[in-house]
């Protein structure tokens, strides 16, 4: 039960949900160290307590944010790892997973981003949106092969995560052009590459990443600049193995309105005919989409399936599901 979660664990789930730990790749480390946490804290008196304890504590962590099927593609594995007939073995095989996926996520993404690097010629210019690891780290590789490579940096609304992207970018001394995101049709034109991370991909190809992706995608599309994505194979979403579709996390308005923003507009606190909408992620369908680059090499998006069902199967309940 919940009382049974570390407190730290508790937090790392605030900091998912509050977005001080955020993008996919990211969360799902964060997910797979709190496991670790949990197991080494744990005052379990039984194997079959501990075990409880460690649902609990995946489905705390699960029940953050929605969308990035990193996360629970992240606390499957450690759990699927945790082994053994007493608590201690119980422990460490928990331990040991943890550390096993967090070392496998930092590999596949530096050999994603070697893989990633091929597309890039010296001197391209790359247009990103919001701020993703896999995508920069195919920059990274680029420029450490000693290609000269310039970004277009989208803000990204209503976070400005473009932020992160531009601070990361200029730290490695990449010339960076900030544009308000609906300015992009216009630099397109500028644009070798456009180059977006994911959050989940499903196996018709298509891309779920921060919304405005989809918009991006179809103008690039229009003035022909290849799509890229950067994805490991923990975006994939299994569940849509079997039709399932992907849940689109909403965020609360205030990030989009404040409250004197919206007195403003309307003075009446309460007005609900003032609607503010705001979706954290949109869809990208495949035909939009020229490549997606994960740790096992470059896939055109209507293939990806291929290797989703290589990696997942048949798909099962969840552990933590009671
Ligand atoms: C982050 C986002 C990123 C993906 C990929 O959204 O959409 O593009 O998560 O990131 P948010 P990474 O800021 O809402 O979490 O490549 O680092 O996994």
Redesign the pocket.
Known sequence: DASDVAPVVQSTADDIAE?RI??????ADAAAEALATQAELSDASSPAAFRSQMHAAAKTVYET?PT?V?LPNALRYVLREMDGDTVDELRSSTIAGAEAFRRNLERAQTTLGEIGANRLRDGDVVMT???????LACIEAALEAGKHIEAIVRETRP?N?GHITARQLREWGVPVTLIVDNAARRYLNDADHVL????SIAADGSVI??IGTSGLAVNARERGVPVMV??QTI?LHPDTLTGHTVAIETRDETEVLTPSERNEITPHESDDELTVENP??DVTPPRHVDAIVTERGQFPPESIVTLMRELFGETTRDPWET
């Open positions: 977005m955020r993008g996919a790749a990211t969360i944010r990035a990193s949106h919001c701020h993703s690891t896999d995508a976070r995560q977006v991370g994911a959050d990443n921060k950067a994805a975006k954290a992620f």
